[in-house]
């Protein structure tokens, strides 16, 4: 393959892989039951007059699989930080201990595993789509090439290269579908 062949490959698998680490970001969002940092990120707590992330004013841990305690950089900041917590509607109910806020993090019910599995599944369609459409873009680069002088066999062939990245991706992308699923559904 020549190099404007490669180049537009290599754009295709690169958008690809953007469209597996933005899966993986959001897959831990999904909670499956263990408390986790993650669940809290999206948080945006008032800090100063300023909406801030909650990694930016507090340590989270988890000092068990069934709760998380966030404590905050500043203490005069712990009713701000237990707000957006509340506000973000993530199913929490933190308790402010002065110094610190513990989140119990409840056993998830069969109905709502079944809930967060259809999340999930709808995270990885998206995802797919976002791979597809970075198929169409690489093969329209194709026809584009086609066009400027570039071989009909070596277009065909740089085709078919991009439809065996866009089925490897796809493949990785139910792969991921397939761990997450089993993550959420084991109690």
């Known amino acids: 393959m020549n190099d404007d062949a490669m180049l537009c490959l290599e754009e295709a698998e690169e958008g690809m892989t953007h469209a597996i680490q933005h899966l993986e970001k959001e897959f831990l969002k999904v909670r499956a039951g263990k ?3 993650s669940m809290l990120s999206g948080v945006r707590v008032e800090y100063y007059g300023v909406s801030t992330p ?3 004013t507090s340590n989270i841990n988890t000092p068990d699989p069934r709760q998380i305690i966030v404590q905050p950089f500043d203490k005069s900041t712990i009713h701000a930080i237990e707000k957006a ?6 199913g ?13 993090v409840p056993p998830l019910t069969e109905e709502r595993r079944r809930d967060l599995v259809k999340k999930a599944k709808t995270i990885a369609e998206d995802t797919k789509i976002g791979i597809r459409n970075n198929r169409r873009s690489a093969n329209d680069e194709a026809k584009r090439l086609e066009k400027d002088g570039m071989a009909e066999d070596e277009v065909k062939r740089l085709v078919d290269e991009i439809q065996k990245l866009t089925d490897k991706y796809i493949e990785k992308v139910d792969h991921l579908f397939d761990l997450k699923e089993k993550d959420i559904l084991t109690v």
């Open 35 to 37: 408390a986790n940092p």
């Open 85 to 90: 917590i509340l506000n973000a509607n993530l």
């Open 92 to 104: 929490f109910n933190p308790q402010n201990e002065g110094e610190i806020i513990r989140i119990s």
């Open 54 to 56: 909650i990694e930016q």
